[in-house]
């Protein structure tokens, strides 16, 4: 198993761009998130997702926007991309029902917004 | 806001036991102690988690209060490759909604120095 994986690595925005951060898991898990991790900062939950055609709001989702159409994926869109945005993404995957429902996460893509 | 109290950073010699505190006195009955590590630039690990009974895996072992106010995470033989920043987390385990969600503090940074 690939685990969870993330596409791109990194990359350079303009403000007011948008772009995809895609992410992938192969464990058949349920459940999906997507964290922010700003410099010297925990991460901060953005949007999760408990299944396929369910997503709703963490802690700070404004200027992002999430879909989960298939157990597989969960991409996560910046529309108007801001200098605010600029953080580290990562993304992660938890099995309902696991004895533990740890979470496994993604390796991250670094986003600068300039 | 994270639930959790935990030193800024601590330093320890390589092949020593590394004992990391984390203070939760406002725990809840149905909320479980989960630790996280962060090696630099890479995604968050899970190590470990308990209710109220002491816990050990191949990685660590957790020893939790018998009030649960407080627990520190053991390291017994720490290398350099365990230097990165350790999560202590409140959580409830299994649960469906936001509840079950991880919120992560600026955790401890953990020196292992030769």
């Known amino acids: 198993n690939a685990g969870v994986t993330q596409t791109p690595k990194f990359r350079i925005l303009k403000i007011g761009q948008s772009m995809t951060l895609q992410c992938t898991q192969d464990?058949?898990?349920?459940?999906m998130y997507w964290y922010r991790q700003d410099p010297g900062m925990g991460l901060k939950l953005i949007y999760y997702?408990?299944?396929?055609?369910?997503?709703d709001k963490g802690e700070v989702p404004n200027g992002y926007n999430v879909s989960r159409s298939t157990t597989e994926d969960f991409p996560l869109r910046l529309e108007l991309a801001a200098p605010s945005q600029t953080s580290v993404y990562f993304c992660a995957s938890s099995s309902q029902g696991s004895g533990d429902n740890e979470q496994f996460f993604g390796p991250g893509t670094r986003l600068t917004v300039l | 806001d994270a639930k959790t109290t935990q030193p800024p950073s601590m330093d320890c010699a390589e092949g020593r036991a590394a004992n990391l505190p984390c203070n939760h006195s406002?725990?809840?009955?149905?909320?479980?102690v989960y630790w996280y590590r962060q090696i630099h630039s890479q995604g968050p690990q899970y190590i470990i988690h308990?209710?109220?009974n002491n816990e050990t895996n191949e990685m660590a072992s957790l020893i939790i209060t018998e009030d649960r106010k407080s627990s520190t995470l053991i390291l017994p033989h720490a290398t350099l490759r365990d230097t990165a920043v350790y999560y202590c987390?409140?959580?409830?385990?299994?649960?469906?909604?936001?509840?079950?969600?991880?919120?992560f503090g600026k955790g401890t940074k953990l020196s292992v120095k030769p």
């Open positions: 308990g209710l109220k």
């Open positions: 464990m058949n898990h349920n459940y």
């Open positions: 987390i409140v959580r409830v385990r299994n649960y469906g909604g936001s509840q079950g969600n991880l919120i």
């Open positions: 406002t725990i809840s009955g149905n909320e479980y």
């Open positions: 997702s408990v299944g396929a055609g369910i997503t």
